[in-house]
Structures are given as C-alpha cells and as structure tokens.
C-alpha cells in the first residue's frame, strides 16, 4: 500500500463521518437543513467513489478493517458535534472495534 492509498483511506472515512453528522444536522435542524442535506449527500458520494477507486488497487480484506475506523470516528463525531452522550457499553463495544483493527492490521 503506497501512501496516496493510505491517505486516500482516511480521507473516505473521514469524509463518510462527516456526511453521517451533516445528514443527522440536516434532519434535524430546520435552519439550514436543505445546505446540510445537500453537504451530507455530496460527502457520502466522495467517500462511495473513493472506495470504489480504492477497490480497484486493494483487496477488500485489507481495505474493509478500515471501515471500523468509521464507526469509531463517527461516535467520536456525534459526541463533539451532536453533543450526544454515550453510555459504557458503548464505550466498550468501541474499545473491542478498536482492538478487533489492530488484530486484524496485524496479521
């Protein structure tokens, strides 16, 4: 994997969180929720043809352990810019994501 790929890796993930929140925003607010709508929308379809493109160069048993990185990013995400809270068991259904990718990354 060159280092174009891992960037482009992250910059899906980080992007597939940031359609997520700006979707949840727009569904819930009603200032500015056709902008926040439309920014959720355009980020989710970065993030399907950056996968796609990533799917071309690697295998998917490489590529899908980052999708882990996602559900973390995106709890992380809704507690900063949804001001959600999160019970301990979320807390450790995260920790054993976060342990199942090094796992995997290892091997």
Known sequence: MTLVQLGLILLAQVSQVAGQV??????TRT??????????????????????????GL????????????LVL??????LFLGE???GSTWMGLALIAAGMVLVGLT
């Open 85 to 87: 809270r999160l019970q």
């Open 31 to 56: 200032a500015g929720r056709l902008s926040r709508v439309a920014a959720g929308t355009a980020m989710l379809a970065f993030w399907f043809l950056a996968w796609l493109k990533l799917l071309q």
């Open 59 to 70: 295998d998917l048993s490489y590529l899908y352990p980052f999708e882990g990185l996602s």
């Open 74 to 79: 995106l709890v992380l995400a809704s507690i």
């Open 22 to 27: 700006l979707l949840k925003q727009g569904m």
